[in-house]
C-alpha cells in the first residue's frame, strides 16, 4: 500500500508530502507530534474558562448566520447539568452532519462572549450513549509547508487502522533485554496516547530506535576498511603563504585543524572529518584554506550548504579570498545554473543531482540541516569529506555516536571578539530598551528582531505569539526615521536574498526575521539581537541566534523579551544568559524538559533526530550496546 492509496491524498497532497521528504507509510507514521494538548473531562456546570476540556451531550441541529464577511454557524450543547453554546466560522457542512438525536463528545477551550459560555471551533466524536467520559491527550502536529497539522492527524490515525503495519525495526531479542515497547503499539501510543505514563514509554521505545539505527550505522561503516583512495598532493608552500597573507591571525585550534586535515587529504584512507566549533569560532576560513589545498593537488572542490543565503555567502567569502590566487568559484542553487568546471563549485542540495568530475574534496557546512535522506547521497562526489557544525558535541558523547568520524574540536573564538552582552527585558522596560537601540542605530549598529516560526494553528486560540509582519508594523511606529525590513522562509530564494543584501550593505537598518538566520548568516556591523518569546526556542537556536551579533569585533549585544512568568522558562533564559558554551546549554534542555514536551526539529541535533536527543548519555550507552549485539555475531 502507497500514500495514494489512503483517501484524501491525491497529487497535490502526494507532492507535498515529497517535499516534506514524506514517501512511504512509515515515512508518515513517524512523523510524530510536536506536542499534546491535555483536556479535562467535565460538564457544562463544572467547566472553567480558559480551560481545554471535553464533554458529553447531545447538540442542537447548528444554524448559519450570514454577516458581509463570514459565516457563522451556531449550535447549543446539551448535558444534564447545563448548556454551552458552540461557534464555527465558514463550516456550512456542520449544519448537515449533525445529528441532534445521537450524543456526541465535545472537545475545545471554553471561553466568554457576551456574558455567554461558548467553544469555538469545537471537536465532534459521536459516541455511544453511556460512553466513558475520560480525560483526553490531544496530539498536535507541526504544519509543514501547505501541509496543515489535521492531515497528518487524519492520515495517520487511517493508517493505524489498517490491519497490517510496518514490522518492527528492532530484533525481538532487544526489545526483550531492554523491555522495549513492540513498534505497533509504540505507534499507536504516540499518535493516540491514554495517559502520560503510557507516552513516556512509546517515546523511550521510538528514540532508542532513532538511536540504535544511528549505531548500528556508525559501526558499519567503522569496520568498513575496503574503500581507499588516491592521496593529494598538496602544496603546502601555497597553503602556508596564504595563511601568512591573512590580515589576522589563526587561533591554535584553527592551526592544529588546518594540520590535522591536511594530513587526512594526503592519506589513502577516505577523510571522514567533523569540524565542531562554537559559533564564530572561525570554522569558514579553514573550509577556505582546505579548498586552496585541493586545488594546488590539482583537484576541484565542492561546498555545500543547506539554504541559498548561507550558500551566496560562502560563494562572497571564496571569491573574495580566492580569485586573487587565480582560482575560479561558480554558485549553483535551484535558480542558478552556474558553472561545474569551476575549481570551487559552492551550491545548495542542488548539487546533489549534479555531476561534478574532478571532485577531491566535498565540504557539507551545517550538515546537520540537510534531511535524512539528502545526507545518504552526500559523499557521492569524492572520496574526501569535511563537515562542519556549530551544533555543541560534547567529547564524551562522541566516542559512541560519532565513532566514524574524525572530530575536531575548534574551541577558541578569533582574537578580539567579545562575549555578546546579554539579558532578559521585562516588558515594562520595553520602552527604554528601544530608546536605548535609537541610540545605538544613530551610532550607524544594525539590528535583528527576530521571532517564533508561527506555524498554522489548529485552533484559532493558539497563536497568541507576536507575528512577524505585526511586529514590523510595531517597529515602524516606534522608529519612524529608520528603515525596516522582513525576512522569512516563506519568501522566495531571489527574495531573501535581496532583503539580506540590503541588510549587510546598511541600506536597512532594523532586519524583523524567523529564526531562520540561526545558520551561518554573517553582517559584520550587526551589533545587536532582540529575541521576542524567547522562551519559546530552544537554548540551543538561542545560542545559534545570539552568535549572528558582534562579528565585526565591536560588543555584541542580545535582548530577550518573554511575556511567560512561569519560574521554569525565567530559570530557562536566566540559565542561557550566565552560560557561554554551547554544550551546557545543551544538557540542561535535555534536563528540564519533560517527555514529549518538545519535539521536532526545536531539539534535533545533529542527526536531524526526531525524538532522541544526542545529549540524553544513559540511551546512548544502551542502543550502543544493544548495536554492537546485532552487529557482532554471537
Known sequence: MTLTDLTGIGPKTASALLKADITTLTDLLETYPRTYRAYQATTAKNAELGEYIVL???LSKPISKKTTRVTTQLATFTDDTGKITLRWFNLPYITRSVNPNATYQIKGKLDEFRGVKQIVSPELTKVEEGSELINQLVPIYR?????????????????????????DPLPAKIIKEYSLLDYTTALNTIHTPPTRTVLEGAIHRLSFQELYGLQLAALTKKHDKTKLTKPLKVNSLVVQQFISSLPFTL???????????????ESSTPMNRLLAGEVGSGKTIIAVVMALATHSAGHRTIVMAPTLILANQLHVAFTSLLTPLGLTTSLVTGSNKGSLDTDIVIGTHALLTKKVSNVGLTIIDEQHRFGVKQRDSLGLFSSHSLMMTATPIPRSLAQTLFSQLDITYLTELPSGRLPVKTFAVPETKRFDAYSWLKTEIEKGNQVFFVTPLIEQAEEQDQTPLKSLKDLEAKLKKTFPEQTIDIMHGKMKDQEKLAHMESFRSGLTQILVATSMIEVGLDVPAANIIVIENADRFGLATLHQLRGRVGRGGDQGYCLLFSETNTAKARERLKYFIRTREGDKLALFDLQERGPGEIFGSTQSGFFALKLASIYDQELLRDTYQAAKQSYEPC
Open 251 to 265: 587561533t591554535n585550534s584553527q592551526k592544529k585543524a588546518i594540520n590535522s586535515i591536511l594530513l587526512d587529504l
Open 56 to 58: 458529553q451531550g447531545q
Open 143 to 167: 504544519q509543514m509547508g501547505s501541509l496543515k497539522p489535521w492531515i497528518f492527524r487524519t492520515k495517520i490515525k487511517k493508517i493505524l487502522e489498517l490491519d497490517t503495519l510496518p514490522p
